[in-house]
Nanobody, 125 residues
Framework: QVHLVESGGGLVQAGGSLRLSCAASGNIFSINAMGWYRQPPGKQRELVATITSGGSTNYADSVKGRFTISRDNAKNTVYLQMNSLKLDDAAVYYC???????????????????WGQGTQVTVSS
């Protein structure tokens, strides 16, 4: 079993900063891409940023230059540094990770995409 646990959400004024963290734990053989998605009220979930195991990153146009995604492979953790937050950034933020589980005898198992439970980011004017 694999779990993703997010932390770091909260209330911040427009222009402020927050740092989200997401730690993966459980029966993990390896982690491929990790990323952050968000779902604003009444809207569909959307991509925010992704990062490969090698460190290549991809950002939604709306957050480029303001958000930075990073990961610590030794800790199985992905971060999202959010600066210059805008009212439109308010949403529930979800962590995503593509993880290969550990199979019988410690061998490589199947690859699945996992989601965290979500963390609320509220931006006030």
């Amino acid at each position: 079993q694999v779990h993703l646990v997010e932390s770091g959400g909260g209330l911040v004024q427009a222009g402020g900063s927050l740092r989200l963290s997401c730690a993966a734990s459980g029966n993990i053989f390896s982690i491929n891409a990790m990323g952050w998605y968000r779902q604003p009220p009444g809207k569909q979930r959307e991509l925010v940023a992704t990062i490969t195991s090698g460190g290549s990153t991809n950002y939604a146009d709306s957050v480029k230059g303001r958000f930075t995604i990073s990961r610590d492979n030794a800790k199985n953790t992905v971060y999202l540094q959010m600066n210059s937050l805008k009212l439109d950034d308010a949403a529930v933020y979800y962590c995503n990770a593509v993880i290969r589980g550990r199979g019988a005898g410690g061998s490589a198992g199947s690859l699945y995409a996992y989601w965290g439970q979500g963390t609320q980011v509220t931006v006030s004017s």
